[in-house]
Every structure is written in structure tokens, then in C-alpha cells.
């Protein structure tokens, strides 16, 4: 999905000091969501809560949009020209709904409830997203992932997977990235990273044995739901901080809580987000955009949408200034 604020933030990411918690004791901090418009008379409104200002990474992951359910009839739907990409992957999960894939590789795929699409942009990549005529309900999330250094120039890929849902402790989980309750997941990561839809019982308590060299991240899609002891609303995100080897949800509503479980190892490297790039430099930004302007061959062609592709929107007046993770204490 692409980042289609008129005015996007400059952001730059990354280089935390070390942090020593507490023995057995998991420390949450609760990041809530802002609204974004995608664009257009009948905008389809997504809740963003990374990045933010309180933080704007958790381990690798750099972006998290979370949407609907979203009446297509009433908002239009999602409809997003082809937009570049560069120095991340990309990850796209449903709830419902189904949204049509083309990018400049020649890849013509769909995102499905339960089914994950991952598209590394690397040095440069080039997509469409398109709800389908058949959806009357779009529901789910768009997630980034920043690419390391050494690879942030990765040859442009795509990566389909569907996991098989586990069934454990009152609980259904599908683990999409990394390794989670006896699942790993074949997709390629550049990073250590975890991915996992987690939908809880009525009243269930699950216990999950997690890497204590991860952070992880709880996005709450409906439910009420306590991960480590601290109370989440649908649409919040409870930050765990690294040093645990166990993570617990409760779910507190008398219906199903479905969940989304992030994680990985703290990106101690510096980086800079802007619109749909990430890089290391304000220069890295301007000469991403300039090519992408001048249609150069780096981004490749999206073939079969129908339409204009995605202007870029002008660049900030000053250099871009670092915005980091609050120091770890």
C-alpha cells in the first residue's frame, strides 16, 4: 500500500541506547492509532500506528496501517495507483475482502483472508492495490518492513504464502513470518522477524513462548484484549519491550479477539522514511523521487491497471531531521 498523505512526514528511524528490564517483569507501552485518508472524495480511512512519535520501529517493521471493515459501497474502496518502493518489503494480510496485486516485476496476484503477500522493493520496486468488484467488505493490514543495509538495494521479489492455522490453549494462530508456537514460516526475511494473526476465545488466556532478544508489537483488531498484564482497545498497539521468554494474552470480551502479533530483534541501524522510500539520507529520499518523477527504468512498469500511476508529492523544504525510538531506560 502506498503512504498517500499530501504532506507525508520526514522520518528517521532507528539507533536506540541499551535497555536492562526488569527480571520476569514485561514492560507495555500502549501507542495509539491516528486516522490517515487515503485519498479521493470517498477516501477509505486506514489507523496508523507506526510510525509515530512515540515510536517508529519494532524491530524491523516500520509501518503499520490497520482498515475496516470497510463497506466498499459506501467508501469506494481501496484503489491505489501504481506508487514506488525502496529499501523495504512490504507485507499484506486480510481479515476479508480481496485486493488485486500488479507490480513492476510482472507479478498479477491476489491478497486473500488467511493468505500473505510479500513484495521486497529493495533498490527499487513499482505496485498497484485494487479492491476486487466481488468485495463488499475490505478488513485487514498493510505492514513495511525496513530492509538492513547490507541489502537495502535487494533485487525486487515477490512472495506468496498461505500458513495452516494451529489451534492452541483457546486460540487459532497463523504465523505468517518467523517462528511461533511449533510454526515457522518459509518466507525469506532479511531481519529476525515474527508475524502471527492471533484470534482469541471468549475469555481465553493464551501464554506464548517468545524470543527474549525480540520486541514485540500487539495491534488489537476487535476484542478487549491484556497482553502482559496491560489492557489493549481494538485499534491499539502494545509495545513489549525485549528480555522476556514468555508473552501472555487474556482475552476479556465475551466474543472472539482477533489480534496481530509483531516482532524482532531491535534495528539498530539509522534510517530515513519518507512518502514510500526508505533510505539512509535525505539524498538517498531526493534522488528516489527525482527518478521516479523522470519515469526511470529503476522502478520498472506496473502493467494492466487501469489509470495514471501515483505522483510523488514534494519534498519537505529542509533536510530531513532524525525522529528516533524514545532512548530505552
Same mark, same amino acid.
Given at each position: 500500500?502506498?503512504?498517500?498523505?499530501?504532506?507525508?512526514?520526514?522520518?528517521?528511524? &532507528?539507533?536506540?541506547?541499551?535497555?536492562? @528490564?526488569?527480571? +520476569?517483569?514485561?514492560? %507495555?507501552?500502549? /501507542?495509539?492509532?491516528? =486516522? *490517515?485518508?487515503?485519498?479521493?472524495?470517498?477516501?477509505?480511512?486506514?489507523?496508523?500506528?507506526?510510525?509515530?512519535?512515540?515510536?517508529?520501529?519494532?524491530?524491523?517493521?516500520?509501518?503499520?496501517?490497520?482498515?475496516?471493515?470497510?463497506?466498499?459501497?459506501?467508501?469506494? &474502496?481501496?484503489?491505489?495507483?501504481?506508487? @514506488?518502493?525502496? +529499501?523495504?518489503?512490504? %507485507?499484506?494480510? /486480510?481479515?476479508?475482502? =480481496? *485486493?488485486?496485486?500488479?507490480?513492476?516485476?510482472?507479478?498479477?496476484?491476489?491478497?486473500?483472508?488467511?493468505?500473505?503477500?510479500?513484495?521486497?522493493?529493495?533498490?527499487?520496486?513499482?505496485?498497484?492495490?485494487?479492491?476486487?468488484?466481488?468485495?463488499?467488505?475490505?478488513? &485487514?493490514v498493510q505492514l513495511w518492513v525496513a530492509l538492513p543495509g547490507e541489502h537495502r538495494n535487494a533485487e525486487r521479489a515477490f512472495q506468496h504464502h498461505v500458513p495452516e492455522p494451529r489451534l492452541l490453549d483457546g486460540a487459532r494462530i497463523r504465523v505468517f513470518l518467523g517462528t511461533l508456537a511449533g510454526d515457522t514460516s518459509p518466507v525469506h526475511t532479511f531481519t529476525p522477524l515474527l508475524g502471527a494473526e492471533i484470534t482469541l476465545e471468549p475469555r481465553a488466556t493464551l501464554t506464548l513462548a517468545v524470543d527474549p532478544a525480540f520486541e514485540h508489537g500487539l495491534l488489537v483488531d476487535s476484542g478487549d484484549v491484556r497482553v502482559a498484564g496491560t489492557a489493549l482497545r481494538p485499534a491499539e498497539l502494545?509495545?513489549?519491550?525485549?528480555?522476556?521468554?514468555?508473552?501472555?494474552?487474556?482475552?476479556?470480551?465475551?466474543?472472539?479477539?482477533?489480534?496481530?502479533?509483531?516482532?524482532?530483534?531491535?534495528?539498530?541501524?539509522?534510517?530515513?522514511?519518507?512518502?514510500?522510500?526508505?533510505?539512509?539520507?535525505?539524498?538517498?529520499?531526493?534522488?528516489?523521487?527525482?527518478?521516479?518523477?523522470?519515469?526511470?527504468?529503476?522502478?520498472?512498469?506496473?502493467?494492466?491497471?487501469?489509470?495514471?500511476?501515483?505522483?510523488?508529492?514534494?519534498?519537505?523544504?529542509?533536510?530531513?531531521?532524525?525522529?528516533?525510538?524514545?532512548?530505552?531506560?
Amino acid at each position: 500500500m502506498s503512504n498517500v498523505e499530501a504532506e507525508p512526514a520526514a522520518l528517521r528511524c &532507528g539507533a536506540r541506547a541499551d535497555d536492562e @528490564p526488569v527480571a +520476569g517483569v514485561p514492560r %507495555v507501552e500502549v /501507542l495509539s492509532a491516528r =486516522e *490517515v485518508p487515503l485519498g479521493g472524495p470517498r477516501a477509505m480511512t486506514v489507523r496508523r500506528t507506526l510510525p509515530q512519535r512515540a515510536r517508529t520501529l519494532i524491530g524491523a517493521w516500520c509501518f503499520a496501517d490497520h482498515y475496516g471493515p470497510d463497506d466498499v459501497t459506501a467508501s469506494g &474502496g481501496m484503489d491505489v495507483p501504481p506508487h @514506488p518502493h525502496t +529499501g523495504l518489503q512490504t %507485507v499484506s494480510w /486480510l481479515f476479508s475482502g =480481496e *485486493v488485486e496485486h500488479r507490480d513492476s516485476l510482472g507479478t498479477h496476484a491476489f491478497v486473500r483472508p488467511g493468505e500473505m503477500n510479500l513484495m521486497t522493493g529493495g533498490y527499487g520496486i513499482a505496485h498497484s492495490e485494487t479492491s476486487t468488484p466481488r468485495t463488499t467488505v475490505l478488513h &485487514g493490514v498493510q505492514l513495511w518492513v525496513a530492509l538492513p543495509g547490507e541489502h537495502r538495494n535487494a533485487e525486487r521479489a515477490f512472495q506468496h504464502h498461505v500458513p495452516e492455522p494451529r489451534l492452541l490453549d483457546g486460540a487459532r494462530i497463523r504465523v505468517f513470518l518467523g517462528t511461533l508456537a511449533g510454526d515457522t514460516s518459509p518466507v525469506h526475511t532479511f531481519t529476525p522477524l515474527l508475524g502471527a494473526e492471533i484470534t482469541l476465545e471468549p475469555r481465553a488466556t493464551l501464554t506464548l513462548a517468545v524470543d527474549p532478544a525480540f520486541e514485540h508489537g500487539l495491534l488489537v483488531d476487535s476484542g478487549d484484549v491484556r497482553v502482559a498484564g496491560t489492557a489493549l482497545r481494538p485499534a491499539e498497539l502494545g509495545y513489549v519491550h525485549p528480555g522476556i521468554d514468555a508473552l501472555t494474552l487474556v482475552n476479556e470480551s465475551g466474543g472472539p479477539a482477533r489480534t496481530i502479533l509483531l516482532g524482532g530483534t531491535p534495528f539498530d541501524e539509522e534510517i530515513v522514511m519518507w512518502w514510500n522510500f526508505v533510505g539512509r539520507s535525505h539524498d538517498d529520499i531526493a534522488r528516489a523521487r527525482e527518478e521516479w518523477e523522470a519515469f526511470s527504468d529503476r522502478f520498472g512498469a506496473v502493467r494492466g491497471y487501469p489509470g495514471r500511476r501515483l505522483p510523488a508529492p514534494a519534498l519537505p523544504n529542509a533536510t530531513i531531521t532524525p525522529r528516533q525510538n524514545p532512548p530505552r531506560s
